[in-house]
Nanobody, 128 residues
Framework: EVQLQASGGGLVQPGGSLRLSCVYS????????IGWFRQAPGKDREGVSC????????YYADSVQGRFTISSDNAKNTVYLQMNSLKPEDTAVYYC?????????????????????WGQGTLVTVSS
Protein backbone atom coordinates (compact mmCIF):
# COMPACT_ATOMS: atom_id res chain seq x y z
CA GLU A 1 0.00 0.00 0.00
CA VAL A 2 1.36 3.39 -1.00
CA GLN A 3 1.45 5.89 1.84
CA LEU A 4 2.85 9.37 2.33
CA GLN A 5 3.15 11.28 5.60
CA ALA A 6 3.88 15.00 5.71
CA SER A 7 5.30 16.55 8.88
CA GLY A 8 7.36 19.48 10.14
CA GLY A 9 4.80 22.26 10.09
CA GLY A 10 4.32 24.75 12.89
CA LEU A 11 4.24 28.42 13.86
CA VAL A 12 7.10 30.62 12.67
CA GLN A 13 7.70 34.38 12.49
CA PRO A 14 8.05 36.18 9.15
CA GLY A 15 11.58 35.73 7.85
CA GLY A 16 11.99 32.43 9.66
CA SER A 17 12.55 28.93 8.33
CA LEU A 18 10.95 25.49 8.48
CA ARG A 19 11.81 22.13 6.95
CA LEU A 20 8.95 19.88 5.93
CA SER A 21 9.38 16.12 5.50
CA CYS A 22 7.46 13.67 3.34
CA VAL A 23 8.10 10.04 4.29
CA TYR A 24 6.83 7.56 1.73
CA SER A 25 6.37 3.79 1.56
CA UNK A 26 4.94 1.17 -0.78
CA UNK A 27 7.04 1.93 -3.85
CA UNK A 28 10.68 1.89 -4.90
CA UNK A 29 12.91 4.94 -5.16
CA UNK A 30 13.86 4.40 -8.80
CA UNK A 31 11.26 6.37 -10.75
CA UNK A 32 8.84 8.69 -9.02
CA UNK A 33 7.90 12.31 -8.65
CA ILE A 34 7.05 13.87 -5.28
CA GLY A 35 5.20 17.17 -5.33
CA TRP A 36 4.48 19.67 -2.58
CA PHE A 37 1.15 21.50 -2.66
CA ARG A 38 -0.42 24.01 -0.31
CA GLN A 39 -3.93 25.24 0.33
CA ALA A 40 -5.10 28.14 2.48
CA PRO A 41 -8.75 28.56 3.54
CA GLY A 42 -10.77 29.95 0.64
CA LYS A 43 -7.86 29.56 -1.78
CA ASP A 44 -7.15 27.15 -4.62
CA ARG A 45 -4.64 24.38 -4.13
CA GLU A 46 -1.26 25.58 -5.36
CA GLY A 47 1.64 23.54 -6.63
CA VAL A 48 4.73 24.65 -4.70
CA SER A 49 7.56 22.35 -5.76
CA CYS A 50 8.28 18.95 -7.30
CA UNK A 51 11.22 16.56 -7.30
CA UNK A 52 11.53 14.01 -10.10
CA UNK A 53 13.83 11.08 -9.32
CA UNK A 54 14.01 9.93 -12.95
CA UNK A 55 14.96 13.38 -14.21
CA UNK A 56 17.00 14.34 -11.16
CA UNK A 57 15.33 17.71 -11.45
CA UNK A 58 13.45 20.13 -9.23
CA TYR A 59 10.63 22.55 -10.05
CA TYR A 60 9.33 25.58 -8.15
CA ALA A 61 6.40 27.94 -8.30
CA ASP A 62 7.30 31.56 -9.02
CA SER A 63 5.98 32.55 -5.59
CA VAL A 64 8.62 30.46 -3.77
CA GLN A 65 11.51 30.52 -6.26
CA GLY A 66 14.74 31.38 -4.47
CA ARG A 67 13.26 30.81 -1.00
CA PHE A 68 12.29 27.11 -0.99
CA THR A 69 14.49 24.11 -1.80
CA ILE A 70 13.31 20.55 -2.43
CA SER A 71 15.61 17.57 -1.87
CA SER A 72 15.46 13.78 -1.64
CA ASP A 73 17.12 11.17 0.58
CA ASN A 74 16.32 7.81 -1.02
CA ALA A 75 17.96 5.84 1.81
CA LYS A 76 15.39 7.31 4.19
CA ASN A 77 12.48 7.28 1.73
CA THR A 78 12.05 10.97 2.44
CA VAL A 79 11.61 14.14 0.40
CA TYR A 80 12.22 17.47 2.13
CA LEU A 81 11.05 21.01 1.52
CA GLN A 82 13.34 23.60 3.09
CA MET A 83 11.44 26.87 3.45
CA ASN A 84 13.42 30.05 4.13
CA SER A 85 12.46 33.73 4.33
CA LEU A 86 8.89 32.76 5.12
CA LYS A 87 6.11 35.27 4.55
CA PRO A 88 2.57 35.46 5.97
CA GLU A 89 1.35 34.58 2.47
CA ASP A 90 3.00 31.16 2.88
CA THR A 91 0.50 30.23 5.59
CA ALA A 92 -1.36 27.10 4.45
CA VAL A 93 -1.77 23.38 4.89
CA TYR A 94 1.06 21.73 2.98
CA TYR A 95 0.55 18.36 1.29
CA CYS A 96 2.97 15.99 -0.39
CA UNK A 97 1.86 13.78 -3.26
CA UNK A 98 3.36 11.06 -5.44
CA UNK A 99 3.16 10.29 -9.15
CA UNK A 100 4.18 6.72 -9.95
CA UNK A 101 2.88 6.54 -13.53
CA UNK A 102 6.35 6.46 -15.07
CA UNK A 103 6.69 9.13 -17.76
CA UNK A 104 8.15 12.42 -16.50
CA UNK A 105 5.51 15.08 -16.02
CA UNK A 106 7.60 18.00 -17.21
CA UNK A 107 5.57 21.19 -17.28
CA UNK A 108 2.53 19.36 -15.83
CA UNK A 109 4.10 18.97 -12.39
CA UNK A 110 1.96 21.75 -10.88
CA UNK A 111 -1.34 19.99 -11.72
CA UNK A 112 -2.79 18.11 -8.75
CA UNK A 113 -4.58 15.67 -11.07
CA UNK A 114 -1.20 14.22 -12.09
CA UNK A 115 -0.63 12.74 -8.63
CA UNK A 116 -2.19 9.44 -7.55
CA UNK A 117 -1.33 9.43 -3.84
CA TRP A 118 -1.53 12.12 -1.18
CA GLY A 119 -0.39 12.60 2.39
CA GLN A 120 -2.51 14.04 5.18
CA GLY A 121 -0.98 17.52 5.18
CA THR A 122 0.83 19.62 7.78
CA LEU A 123 -0.10 23.15 8.85
CA VAL A 124 2.37 26.01 8.41
CA THR A 125 1.50 29.33 10.07
CA VAL A 126 3.67 32.40 9.45
CA SER A 127 2.74 35.20 11.84
CA SER A 128 4.30 37.69 14.23
Amino acid sequence: EVQLQASGGGLVQPGGSLRLSCVYSGFTSDDYAIGWFRQAPGKDREGVSCFSSSEGSAYYADSVQGRFTISSDNAKNTVYLQMNSLKPEDTAVYYCAADLSGPPMGRLWRLAVMYDYWGQGTLVTVSS
